[in-house]
């Protein structure tokens, strides 16, 4: 990766806001197999993305849901602790848990 091209990266890293998948494309005109390398980077772990008709997941490798998003804007975060255990959950309703 050229060093332009990561600075562009880690702009966008810092940058990008919820809902993400949106704001990825729209704003910042990336393609979606840049998606999961910005969002690795946002959740400071590898991901991955499952794609459905109208969502997109992103788990972590533990198989926890980190972060879900639809077409039509609901999305929800999820934070886990280091045994798997949902320590906060937010979503785009404004609810927000937090088992801390």
Do not use: A, C
């Amino acid at each position: 990766m050229n060093r332009k091209y990561e600075r562009y990266i880690d702009f966008i890293v810092n940058d990008l806001e919820i809902p993400y998948f949106k704001n990825m494309k729209d704003n910042y005109g990336l393609r979606p197999d840049e998606y999961e390398m910005v969002l690795s980077k946002i959740f400071n772990q590898p991901v991955t993305i499952t794609e459905l008709r109208v969502e997109k997941i992103v788990h972590n490798n533990r198989g926890n849901k980190l972060y879900y998003e639809t077409s039509w804007g609901y999305w929800y975060k999820s934070e886990y602790d280091k045994q798997g255990n949902l320590m906060i959950y937010k979503d785009s309703d404004g609810r927000i848990v937090d088992n801390r």
